[in-house]
């Protein structure tokens, strides 16, 4: 591989990383606001295993991109266009982690699994399980 495409790869392997991240967070932000009705920085360090300012960090990004707001001393809320991130992330893990327990993976397995593997999937595999899914049951 060239210099020129093996730099273009890793742009976007950082780009899809980056891409998780935000996937990731706004979906943690979501379930820590229906737990808890609020959620700050301090939640997100334990949920997510990071340091403060990692989560300062990110967070910051992610209202750069219109996925939160936030105020000094103040919970995160996510935005309308975080909320239907949040949504939409929500949705596609459940149909991974139910599909890998249609085919016999333990419900726990499924849950870790389905979180990495929810990432990576396109469009057409996501109704591809979608729709074997509702054929099984039928």
Same mark, same amino acid.
């Given at each position: 591989?060239?210099?020129?495409?093996?730099?273009?790869?890793?742009?976007?392997?950082?780009?899809?990383?980056?891409?998780?991240?935000?996937?990731?967070?706004?979906?943690?932000?979501?379930?820590?606001?229906?737990?808890?009705?609020?959620?700050?920085?301090?939640? $997100?360090?334990? *949920?997510?295993?990071? /340091?403060?300012?990692? &989560?300062?960090? #990110?967070?910051?990004? @992610?209202?750069? +991109?219109? %996925?939160?707001?936030?105020?000094?001393?103040?919970?995160?809320?996510?935005?309308?266009?975080?909320?239907?991130?949040?949504?939409?992330?929500?949705?596609?893990?459940?149909?991974?982690?139910?599909?890998?327990?249609? $085919?016999?993976? *333990?419900?726990?397995? /499924?849950?870790?699994? &389905?979180?990495? #593997?929810?990432?990576? @999937?396109?469009? +057409?595999? %996501?109704?591809?399980?979608?729709?074997?899914?509702?054929?099984?049951?039928?």
């Amino acid at each position: 591989m060239t210099d020129s495409r093996n730099a273009v790869a890793h742009r976007r392997i950082r780009a899809d990383h980056a891409q998780e991240t935000a996937e990731d967070y706004v979906e943690a932000i979501a379930d820590i606001l229906a737990e808890t009705g609020q959620c700050r920085i301090v939640d $997100l360090t334990k *949920r997510f295993g990071v /340091a403060h300012v990692t &989560a300062i960090r #990110i967070v910051r990004r @992610l209202e750069g +991109e219109g %996925l939160v707001n936030t105020e000094p001393y103040q919970p995160v809320q996510l935005t309308a266009k975080g909320r239907r991130l949040a949504k939409a992330c929500r949705q596609r893990h459940e149909l991974v982690q139910a599909f890998l327990t249609h $085919l016999g993976v *333990r419900p726990s397995i /499924a849950a870790i699994d &389905a979180e990495g #593997i929810e990432h990576h @999937l396109s469009p +057409e595999t %996501l109704s591809a399980m979608r729709r074997y899914l509702d054929n099984a049951s039928n």
